[in-house]
T-cell receptor, first 113, second 112 residues
Framework: SQKIEQNSEALNIQEGKTATLTCNYT??????LQWYRQDPGRGPVFLLLIRENEKEKRKERLKVTFDTTLKQSLFHITASQPADSATYLCALDRISNDYKLSFGAGTTVTVRA | DTEVTQTPKHLVMGMTNKKSLKCEQHMGHRAMYWYKQKAKKPPELMFVYSYEKLSINESVPSRFSPECPNSSLLNLHLHALQPEDSALYLCASSQAGEDTQYFGPGTRLTVL
């Protein structure tokens, strides 16, 4: 069966350090992978999309890698700040071109000042 | 305008009530979605509308009835819900054929 695993339910780090989150998947052949941020009681906010033919993507302090051989994406937050504290969700398209996204369970990041 | 709005923010209803959730976007997106999210779980897709037509129903019970009156509006009509239907209901939209979804803030629903 198809599965998306975000390895850590929670990640606590010191301000200024790099947070690294992992998203592994099985029985998918995604055309792309997305990362979203969700604050408590709010809807997810899109952060980054990386396509199957891209190895790495960056946006400000965020970096995403995508290894289709390992079936894994890594999400890095560099120089982390307390404002980065949130739940981060990875999402895959289930079947191309039918608008379906499947989400991982998320990793809750807490950045200590 | 890059925002998806949802009303109400909170809703408490009894099992015999009928209520509706509303969602609106003015980004010209032609795909709109309803998701259900329980605490500490990922969003689960319920319905997808594409060009105002229902294209996906993820085997959702008939006590949830979606409606898309026009390209900017999406409703979710609720009737005879169960306490286990209590959750955060999220609306999202995307460009047709585009991959990124834009979510509203959600409606926190409590069924007593």
């Amino acid at each position: 069966s198809q599965k998306i695993e975000q390895n850590s339910e929670a990640l606590n780090i010191q301000e200024g350090k790099t947070a690294t989150l992992t998203c592994n998947y099985t029985n998918y052949s995604p055309a792309y992978l997305q990362w979203y941020r969700q604050d408590p009681g709010r809807g997810p906010v899109f952060l980054l999309l990386i396509r199957e033919n891209e190895k790495e993507k960056r946006k400000e302090r965020l970096k995403v890698t995508f290894d289709t051989t390992l079936k894994q994406s890594l999400f890095h937050i560099t120089a982390s700040q307390p404002a980065d504290s949130a739940t981060y969700l990875c999402a895959l398209d289930r079947i191309s071109n039918d608008y379906k996204l499947s989400f991982g369970a998320g990793t809750t990041v807490t950045v200590r000042a | 305008d890059t925002e998806v709005t949802q009303t109400p923010k909170h809703l408490v209803m009894g099992m015999t009530n009928k209520k509706s959730l509303k969602c609106e976007q003015h980004m010209g997106h032609r795909a709109m979605y309803w998701y259900k999210q329980k605490a500490k779980k990922p969003p689960e897709l319920m319905f997808v509308y594409s060009y105002e037509k229902l294209s996906i129903n993820e085997s959702v019970p008939s006590r949830f009835s979606p409606e898309c009156p026009n390209s900017s509006l999406l409703n979710l009509h609720l009737h005879a819900l169960q306490p286990e239907d209590s959750a955060l209901y999220l609306c999202a939209s995307s460009q047709a054929g585009e991959d990124t979804q834009y979510f509203g803030p959600g409606t926190r629903l409590t069924v007593l």
